[in-house]
């Protein structure tokens, strides 16, 4: 069973090969997982292991190659700054801006640059820069500019990013309360700017929903889709999705979680011009080994982990719940559909949300558990009740917010109502976060969990997934 499903899963394969010949190298200095995954691939079979094995030892070698020369902290430097994007900032004392990138010194290392003074460089190009460089962990480094000097011939999409979400953000503020325009700006941005709204949603485990992932490219597909499907053929429908997915993915960056979503919407559409239908674990694999490659380093990013995770959790456990809930919520077929009186249909209808409901929200969670107790020690019980429905009613805040747009732009008296109904929706759900339930108001608390059980948890889980599809929980 294991070796038939990497035979209808290269990309998977490939993918977590490359991902663990870089790790090792640059953040677990062991080849105990490296060689543990060979040593599954041994028993799978002879070509699995040859190709894992392969793909491997590209990655120490890649990551050796770009990596090896990483400098220390604490040391003046001058050398070029090459910006990827900038963020409004804000600290406990004062608000900036902060400046994500590049560092060539002549190595290249991933770099921050925080900016709280007047007159904010622009970053719309290359900077020379003299400084003083401090390392925060492996490889993540932030300067402290001293001397800063603007580079002819050079560009970035960073400052045009930047100068489109500040209007869209005006736009809201003009339309929307300021709370609504908060969330909604957070939803569709990924910037959180109000500290407390990041604390509620922390607090009843919806952070999520705050950073840009594969649920806010499914919302804008779903929105767009039905929206050209009115009067575009499929090809044309399909060929638009393409260019608005790439307009929005330009529009919010490229931050791991942001770029898997954006890979794999890809390739679904793709396919979908191709007349294929790919499988989703495989294209997680696709994601997985084209952002490897892209950034080695994006396999420390905590959006990284937690969007393949969940995605791969999501793909592999949600089918095995869903079978187990039909116990509780059962499926009906159209002829007893047919046969039930007028109000029952309603009632299948709730029992199928809560089946799906609780079978996404268990998926999800039995693979994220580990992780986000590593990360925040933390694990709120309201996230198990707060999922079941929150992201569906977010979702539909983003389509209220998306038809108020184009209204707006065809006739403004009917958006400026769009945007009146919108804001009260948006602020009805905002008040659920900030006043949850004070009895279920409690969180599993650990203050250490190894990294090494976190990767033994999910490898160990993964290949029981995979053994359980033969006894027919799929």
Not at 282 to 294: Q, R, V
Not at 296 to 316: E, K, N
Not at 354 to 383: C, D, E, I, Y
Request: proline share 6%; glycine share 6%; hydrophobic share 50%.
């Amino acid at each position: 069973m294991h070796r038939l499903f990497w035979r209808g899963n290269p990309a998977l394969l490939l993918g977590v090969s490359l991902l663990l010949g870089t790790s090792s190298y640059l953040y677990l200095h062991s080849p105990l997982f490296p060689l543990l995954w060979l040593a599954y691939l041994f028993f799978v079979g002879p070509l699995h292991l040859f190709r894992g094995a392969c793909f491997i030892l590209f990655g120490i070698a890649y990551a050796l190659f770009l990596y090896s020369g990483a400098p220390d902290g604490g040391r003046n430097i001058e050398g070029v700054f090459s910006i990827s994007s900038l963020q409004p900032h804000q600290s406990p004392f004062q608000k900036g801006y902060l400046y994500k990138g590049t560092l060539r010194l002549p190595e290249a290392i991933p770099c921050t640059m925080s900016w709280s003074q007047d007159g904010r460089p622009s970053a719309q190009c290359d900077y020379w820069i003299r400084g003083r460089l401090e390392q925060r962990g492996p490889f993540q480094y932030s300067v402290k500019a001293k001397e800063l000097k603007p580079l002819d011939n050079t560009w970035s999409l960073a400052e045009w990013r930047f100068r489109m979400k500040e209007r869209f953000r005006t736009l809201l503020r003009n339309n929307l309360s300021p709370r609504a325009a908060a969330l909604l700006s957070s939803l569709v941005t990924g910037d959180v700017e109000e500290r407390s709204l990041r604390y509620e949603f922390n607090r009843v485990g919806l952070q999520h929903l705050l950073s840009i992932s594969g649920f806010h490219f499914a919302v804008v597909i779903l929105f767009c889709s039905g929206f050209l499907g009115l009067f575009l053929p499929e090809r044309v429908k399909l060929w638009t999705l393409l260019i608005a997915l790439t307009a929005y993915f330009l529009f919010v960056g490229s931050a791991p979680a942001v770029l898997r979503s954006f890979i794999t919407a890809v390739l679904y559409l793709v396919g979908k011009l191709l007349r294929r239908q790919p499988a989703g674990i495989n294209l997680l694999g696709c994601a997985i080994l084209f952002e490897t490659i892209l950034d080695p380093l994006a396999g420390a990013h905590i959006g990284f982990q937690l969007s393949f995770v969940s995605c791969a959790g999501l793909l592999l456990l949600f089918p095995l719940y869903e079978k187990a809930l039909q116990t509780f919520f059962p499926k009906r077929s159209l002829s007893e559909l047919a046969a039930m009186t007028r109000l029952s249909p309603f009632g299948h209808l709730l029992s199928a949300f809560l089946r799906k409901g609780l079978a996404t929200t268990l998926a999800v969670n039995t693979a994220l558990l580990p992780l986000l107790l590593f990360h925040f020690h933390s694990f709120p019980l309201l996230s198990l009740l707060y999922n079941l429905f929150f992201p569906v009613c977010a979702s539909l805040s983003i389509i209220a917010l998306l038809a108020s747009l184009i209204a707006y732009l065809i006739w403004a008296p009917l958006g400026h109502l769009l945007f009146t109904l919108t804001g009260f929706w948006t602020t009805q759900l905002l008040d659920l976060v900030a006043y949850p339930p004070l009895l279920l108001d409690r969180s599993l608390q650990f203050s250490h969990i190894p990294a090494a059980f976190c990767l033994l948890y999910l490898f160990a889980l993964f290949l029981l997934l995979i053994h359980f599809r033969k006894r027919d929980f799929f």
